[in-house]
């Protein structure tokens, strides 16, 4: 089965600082999707940041990409130029590829990152 | 902006109660899939619906049921409520085709037992 883990339970930045999120994951797939959602005190889930396992290339968004490291199950998150809208809980989020047929996303337990004035 | 839609937003029941809450996905949306967020936890896939049939299930009980239906609504019941059900519940759902992988999340229905 896979599994996801956050290892920081809390994180806290200063406004315009960079911010680095940690996730690891086991799986014995090849082929996966990475994802990286944000949910803020509205509950509702925001995608930040996705990353398709086939592609060596490191995902980027804005201020927002990613350290995969295939080899090492590690999928960080940084965050630059850090923003008051960025507090949130941050969740690493795996879903195996099965050719659009199961879309079952296995989460993390999540970062609270706290940005500071 | 998702386009999902989740009723109610708060409710609270006791022990032993049926609950029925609601989503509505958008047009397209021919997948939804239903998760358990307990305070503190990441959320747990409990099932998902793919044009009306139930086509994967998590590590839950048969008292978590569901339904979807062709409007791209859909419904999660969960008979004899324990204390342990309360948790927020979120609604997801994606298009057929085309798969970029994302799942649109509702803003959830937050569930109390007592």
């Known amino acids: 089965a896979q599994t996801v883990t956050q290892s920081q339970p809390e994180m806290s930045v200063q406004e315009a600082e960079t911010v680095t999120l940690s996730c690891t994951y086991d799986?014995?797939?090849?082929?996966?999707?990475l994802f990286w959602y944000k949910q803020p005190p509205s509950r509702q889930m925001i995608l930040v940041i996705r990353?398709?396992?086939?592609?060596?290339q490191n995902a980027t968004e804005n201020r927002f990409s990613v350290n995969f490291q295939k080899a090492a199950k590690s999928f960080s998150l940084k965050i630059s130029d850090s923003q008051l809208g960025d507090a949130a809980m941050y969740f690493c989020?795996?879903?195996?590829?099965?050719?659009?047929?199961?879309?079952?996303?296995?989460f993390g337990k999540g970062t609270l990152l706290t940005v500071n004035p | 902006e998702t386009g999902v839609t989740q009723s109610p937003t708060h409710l609270i029941k006791t022990r032993g109660q049926q609950v029925t809450l609601r989503c509505s996905s958008q047009?397209?949306?021919?997948?939804v899939s239903w998760y358990q967020q307990a305070l503190g936890q990441g959320p747990q896939f409990i099932f998902q619906?793919?044009?009306?049939?139930?086509?994967g299930r998590g590590n839950f009980p048969p008292r978590f049921s569901g339904l979807q239906f062709p409007n791209y609504s859909s419904e999660l019941n969960v008979n004899a409520l324990e204390l342990d059900d309360s948790a927020l519940y979120l609604c997801?759902?994606?298009?057929?085709?085309?798969?970029?992988?994302?799942?649109?999340f509702g803003e959830g229905s937050r569930l109390t037992v007592l």
């Open positions: 799986t014995s797939e090849s082929d996966y999707y």
């Open positions: 989020a795996y879903r195996r590829n099965s050719g659009g047929s199961n879309y079952k996303l296995t």
């Open positions: 619906y793919y044009r009306e049939e139930e086509n």
């Open positions: 997801a759902s994606n298009p057929t085709g085309g798969d970029t992988g994302e799942l649109f």
């Open positions: 990353q398709e396992a086939y592609k060596q």
């Open positions: 047009s397209g949306h021919n997948t």
